[in-house]
Structure formats: structure tokens, C-alpha cells
Nanobody
Framework: QVQLVESGGGLAQAGGSLRLSCAAS????????RGWFRQAPGKEREFVAR????????GYAESVKGRFTISRDNAKNTMYLQMNSLIPDDTAVYYC?????????????????WGQGTQVTVSS
């Protein structure tokens, strides 16, 4: 089992920045993908970004590309999401997730483990 705990959410003004963290504990796997998703009220959970544990290869949703940066520190078993140039549409609960298989990175149904979520609110 893998346990994921997010932190770092909060309130920011449009144009501001926030940094989310996701700490993992329990079993870890060499073939290991970690991702960020978000869910706004009344909307489906959507992919934000993902990173491969070993290579650090990353990918982003078009809506956040150039503004958000995903990174990881394997020694700390922690993943980060640096969010810059925030806009009100970024307001959502942000979840970190993990899975053991490569591919289909944007579909939340393929992820095995989830954190409890952290609220991000961006005011205009």
C-alpha cells in the first residue's frame, strides 16, 4: 500500500503562486507514476500533470502548460507542483495520485492511490 498526503493549498490572488507537496509513505515501486489532478465544484476530476519516478519525465495539461511545474525528490518520496500565474479557473481541490503502470496518464481511473486533496482558491 501507498499513502499520499498533500499540503500547501490555500488562497492566492490572480497572478500569484502556490506550491503543493505530496508526501508518499508505505511501499514504493520502481515503475511508478505520480500525478496531480484537480476537481472544481460540479466538474469532473481532470488531469493536471504527471511525472515518472525514475526518469523524471513529465507531462502537463494544456491549460497549465507554461505556468505549472511538476517535480519530485525521490530521497524524500515527495512530489511537488509549483503553480505560477494563477487564474481563477485554477480554483479546485487538488489531488495527488500514484500508479504502478506506465501509459494512459491523463485518466484518473487508471491511478491506484490517492491523497485526500487540498483546496486551492484563486481570487480575481
Amino acid at each position: 500500500q501507498v499513502q499520499l498526503v498533500e499540503s500547501g493549498g490555500g488562497l492566492a490572488q490572480a497572478g500569484g503562486s502556490l506550491r503543493l507537496s505530496c508526501a508518499a509513505s508505505g511501499r514504493t515501486f520502481d515503475k511508478y507514476v505520480r500525478g496531480w489532478f484537480r476537481q472544481a465544484p460540479g466538474k469532473e476530476r481532470e488531469f493536471v500533470a504527471r511525472i515518472l519516478r525514475n526518469s523524471g519525465n513529465s507531462g502537463y495539461a494544456e491549460s497549465v502548460k507554461g505556468r505549472f511545474t511538476i517535480s519530485r525528490d525521490n530521497a524524500k518520496n515527495t512530489m511537488y507542483l509549483q503553480m505560477n500565474s494563477l487564474i481563477p479557473d485554477d480554483t479546485a481541490v487538488y489531488y495527488c495520485a500514484a500508479k504502478q503502470s506506465y501509459g494512459t496518464y491523463t485518466d484518473p481511473r487508471t491511478y491506484d492511490y490517492w491523497g485526500q486533496g487540498t483546496q486551492v482558491t484563486v481570487s480575481s
